[in-house]
C-alpha cells in the first residue's frame, strides 16, 4: 500500500488512476475499508484525499458512516480536487440508491450551509437532466438547482449557471420561466443568469 500512495502522490491531474487505486483497494477484504479511508484523509498530499473521498464514496452507499464522513469531514477539505472528486461520488451514491430514492440526501446536501456541499450535489449530477428520474421531472431538477442562487458562493454560483446552462440546451422554455422570477437587480443572481445565456 505504501508503493501505492507514493505513487498517487507523483501523479497531479485526473481521476483514473485514483479510480483504478481505489478499486483495487476495495478487492482486499483483508482491509477494514472504513478505517483506511478514515486514515488516509490525515494527509497533506491532495491525491490521497480524493482517494479516501473515492473509497468513502463506495462505501456509502451500504455505509452511512461512510455518507457522514463524506457529508462532513471531506466536505470541510479546502482542497477544489478533492470537492470534485466529492461530486463524483455523491453522483455515485445517488446514482446506486437511485436518484428519487435519493432526494431527501439531495435536498438536505443542496440546502446545508456549507457551499461545499450545495456545490457537490449541484455538480455530481450534471447533466441533471440526463438522469434517471430528473429526465422525467426536469422542472424539479431545475427547482432543485436555483433554491441554492442565494449562496454567497461564487463557486456554488457557477456551478449552477453552468448547470442551468446545459439543461437549458433541451428545455429551454422551463429554464426561461425559473430565471424571468428571479431579482435580476441582485449583482449574485445577475452574475448566475449571465453564465446561463452565455
Not at 477544489?80 to 437511485?98: H, I, S
Not at 434517471?132 to 449562496?151: G, M, S, T
Not at 428545455?171 to 448566475?192: Q, R, T
Request: aromatic share 10%.
Amino acid at each position: 500500500m505504501d508503493a501505492l500512495i507514493e505513487k498517487l502522490k507523483s501523479i497531479e491531474h485526473g481521476f483514473k488512476h485514483i479510480i483504478e487505486a481505489g478499486d483495487l483497494i476495495l478487492q482486499d477484504t483483508s482491509i477494514d475499508h472504513l478505517e483506511f479511508g478514515t486514515n488516509l484523509l490525515e494527509y497533506d498530499a491532495y491525491q490521497i484525499r480524493m482517494l479516501a473521498t473515492y473509497l468513502f464514496g463506495q462505501l456509502s452507499v451500504k455505509n452511512s458512516n461512510a455518507l457522514e464522513i463524506l457529508e462532513t469531514k471531506i466536505a470541510t477539505d479546502n482542497n477544489w480536487r478533492v470537492q470534485e472528486m466529492l461530486a463524483k461520488a455523491f453522483d455515485y451514491y445517488c446514482q446506486t440508491v437511485g436518484y428519487e430514492k435519493s432526494l431527501t440526501k439531495i435536498k438536505s446536501w443542496i440546502n446545508d450551509k456549507n457551499p461545499n456541499l450545495k456545490r457537490a450535489v449541484i455538480e455530481g449530477l450534471r447533466i441533471w437532466t440526463n438522469r434517471p428520474y430528473f429526465k422525467e421531472n426536469p422542472e424539479l431538477a431545475i427547482q432543485l438547482i436555483a433554491k441554492a442562487r442565494f449562496d454567497d458562493s461564487e463557486y456554488v454560483r457557477k456551478s449552477i449557471g453552468n448547470s442551468l446552462r446545459d439543461i437549458s440546451k433541451k428545455h429551454k422554455v422551463l429554464v426561461d420561466n425559473e430565471v424571468s422570477n428571479w431579482n435580476l437587480a441582485d449583482k449574485k443572481i445577475m452574475f448566475i443568469q449571465k453564465l446561463i445565456y452565455k
